[in-house]
């Protein structure tokens, strides 16, 4: 099963997903970190530049990466109460 | 008012200056976040599902139109213009950016106001009776007694790492509005028989994973002595509350565990210990205090009967206003449940409004409910239909309090890193459907969790919901029968639980068999509910 690396930036709280060699707000351009999670958190987390590193499970769909979890889609979309506030990354009702 | 001393700003802007210190020093990497994280949690931030979220205390949900001006800045300035107002009478901002916390809690030290204590295994926020002073059925206004309890617990060095975090609430009535005895410590005013005031004192009640109703420790404890009194209980339970297990670390297990009267026991042993030590202040300085808590100067001619003509106007005064101590004045209670917004959140510019309304109709005070709603205390009834047409203009009118669609919810899983399953789109959906009978239904307290911490409260609902994980997926368990007021109960959960959508049609069964189980229309929910019990609904929802 595919896993994306996510966190919060430190300075802001914002959500953020791994996209290979840099961060990126948006889930749709995560990169799949699989095998070398482990050894991603380990790299990165002594930065102390993101908060609660974690890798979580997601499905590959026509329209990009879907988290397993609702508590992850709902990270990855913005709070479904607010739609105004959702990212560009899945539309709300996917949550 | 209580307005803050030279030692209570000293003590806010301390904070400030020294928090501000530690998030420089954070951005910096100077500490770590795992140094760092308690000591922001100290001061009300966390880190939530998309950004950090500040937990603003409210004291005994009391604030002036200057300081409801600020909250409204600050959801304008730092947030996304708007607030969330808890279950514990404070407010949340979601969208908090660490690097601008200093700015914003200097903005609010200079209106008295701080964040500290919002969190963490400490003395939380006293809350109290929403309407306190005004009430027609108050022994005392509880405030004063509150205000010395806030100024005892804030940064007590020995009770700022208890076993679990501490909640006390104060009511000086006999009707429960502030959920005394849902509570660790629960005070109620109460009059000996040469009509002296003291304190019922509660202890062990509490929701949560565990949840508990407070026994009475003490039926009258003189005034002059609780703050020692309530030191002693401190003492024992921070002694004694276990520290091993973090779902048995409240004091209401410890209560339960060496039983009510065990427990008693040992706290009067502890206060025969701290009674001597001179802690409790001498009456000038409560007086002191409850002078700042002097009701407004009442107009002894305000007129009773005001033009009812429009029906509307007509129904949110019967739906929304509270008979008042003194003749020609109310109560009017805001809501913040408009069916199908979200239960608690105010825009800064309603925010900015009801500041307005109460400088100029409601002795420029604005009280917090634990129900998520608003309350002027002091309205002349003469006033109440201009004030009723700028809630209007403001989407402010709801006519539902502690109706169907006046429905607690806690964040949820749509904000909180705790939740297991989102509550606010349950409450807004039940909110929605039920409003059109709500009227028929009467009082009917529904309240929604989306975790078994029970900030929602659900375990006091008389209709609760309680938010679960289960594979992986939201699901719903619905409860019934609970109550947080003076008849308090502990809701029992009823069956199976349901996912989004079939917790909705449950509810709306449950409402369907109680119409036609009631011995009469007045006859509320609870009170039919615990006159044939759970069968008859359970039949109702699981066939």
Partial sequence: MPRLLTGNRLETGDVLWWAGSDWSLHIRDAVAVDDDGEALIARLAPQERINDLVLIDVDPTPDGWRPRSTRERVRAVGPSVRPDFALPSLPVDAI | MYRYDEYDQ??????????????????????????????????????????????????????????????????????????HFTTRQNIQYNWMKLEEMPDLLADLASVEMHAFQTSGN??????????????????????????????????????SFLPRKFKIAVTGSTIDRAAI??????????????????????????????????????????????LS?????????????RRDNIYKARIKILVNDLGPAEFARQ?????????????????????????????????????????????????????????????????????????????????ADQMDIIADLAQRYAGDEIRVTHAQN?????????????????LVSAGLATANLDRASDIIS????????????????????????????????????????????????????HIGILGVDRKGEENYQLLLGGSGAEDATLAKILGPGFDENGIVTAVEKVIDRYKTLRADPAERFLDTYRRVGAEPFKEAVYG
């Fill in chain 2, 181 to 226: 005895k849902l509570h660790d410590i629960g005070l109620e005013l109460v009059q000996n028989e040469a009509g002296e005031i003291g304190l019922k004192v509660l202890v062990g009640g509490g929701m949560g994973r565990t949840p508990m109703l407070g026994h009475v420790i003490r039926e009258y404890l003189p005034v002059a002595d609780y």
């Fill in chain 2, 267 to 347: 706290v009067e042993e502890e206060w025969a210990l701290v009674k001597p030590l001179g802690l409790d202040p001498p009456p000038s300085e409560l007086a002191r205090i409850a002078a700042h808590f002097a009701p407004p100067v009442l107009d002894a001619n305000a007129p009773v009967e005001i033009d009812l003509s429009n029906p509307d106007f007509a129904n949110w005064v019967a739906v929304n206003t509270h008979p008042h101590k003194a003749p020609g004045y109310t109560i009017v209670t805001i809501s913040l449940k408009a069916p199908g917004e979200i239960p608690g959140d105010a825009s």
């Fill in chain 2, 410 to 461: 806690c964040p949820g899983l749509d904000y909180c890193t705790l939740a297991n399953a989102r509550s606010i789109p349950i409450a807004q959906k039940l909110a929605v459907k039920l409003a059109p009978q709500e009227a028929d239904l009467g009082e009917l307290k529904i309240k929604v969790s989306g975790c078994i911490n029970g900030c929602g409260h659900h375990h006091a609902g």
């Fill in chain 2, 122 to 159: 400490c003395i939380r926020n006293i809350s109290s009776d929403q309407f306190a002073a005004a009430a027609a059925d108050e022994i005392a206004d509880p405030r004063p007694y509150a205000e010395l309890l806030r100024q005892w617990s804030t940064l007590h060095p020995e009770f």
């Fill in chain 2, 374 to 390: 608003l309350v002027l205390p002091h309205v002349r009834r003469a006033d109440l239909f201009d004030l009723w047409q700028v």
């Fill in chain 2, 10 to 83: 000293a003590v806010v802007d301390a904070r400030v200056a020294e928090f501000r210190d530690q998030v420089e020093r954070r951005l910096k990497n100077e500490i770590s976040e795992e140094a760092f994280k308690p000591l922001r949690l100290m001061n009300g931030l966390y880190l939530q599902l998309h950004a950090y979220m500040l937990r603003v205390a409210i004291p005994y949900g009391t604030v002036d139109s200057r300081q409801m001006r600020m909250l409204a800045h600050i959801a304008r300035r730092y947030d996304r213009g708007y607030g």
């Fill in chain 2, 229 to 241: 009194y309530m030191e002693a209980i401190l003492r024992v339970y921070n002694r004694h509350g």
